[in-house]
């Protein structure tokens, strides 16, 4: 029988298959995903040390709870690594464009336009690469 571990009350709206997991200390796993007006939620159970480094504040909610402002509708929402350090980077889809968020140090990676949209996120390896891609569909 499965037994819940912990309840988190956010009082905003999360959109369905706009969730996902990442470590993006590299250590402790993170619950991101999407909610209203382009903003993405993040809850780290085992760390505090984000809401200080992150912009947005705690909005009200536990101090290991912060929103990041993407400012677009979010289509996708993923995180993988592209062997950085280890860490996880959340990898965001709107409908125009790509980003990969360095969530630890609060800064982007990288930014791509994409003309025809991003719906999907997948990161890793194929067995033609070694080294971790992000594909986008």
């Known amino acids: 029988m499965l037994v819940p571990v912990f309840t988190l009350k956010l009082h905003q709206k999360i959109y369905p298959r706009l969730v996902t997991v990442g470590k993006f200390d590299g250590i402790h796993p993170s619950i991101a995903a999407a909610t209203t007006g382009g903003k993405i939620f993040i809850h780290s159970h085992a ?64 930014h791509k336009d994409v003309p025809d949209g991003v719906n999907t996120i997948c990161v890793g390896v194929t067995a033609r690469n070694v080294e971790p891609l992000v594909y986008v569909g």
């Open 47 to 110: 760390q505090t040390e984000y809401t200080g480094r992150m912009a947005g504040g705690t909005s009200g909610l536990d101090l290991d709870c912060v929103f990041l402002n993407i400012g677009q509708h979010i289509t996708s929402l993923s995180a993988g690594s592209l062997g950085i350090e280890g860490k996880d980077l959340l990898f965001v889809g709107t409908a125009n464009n790509l980003l990969a968020y360095d969530v630890e140090n609060n800064q982007d990676v990288f």
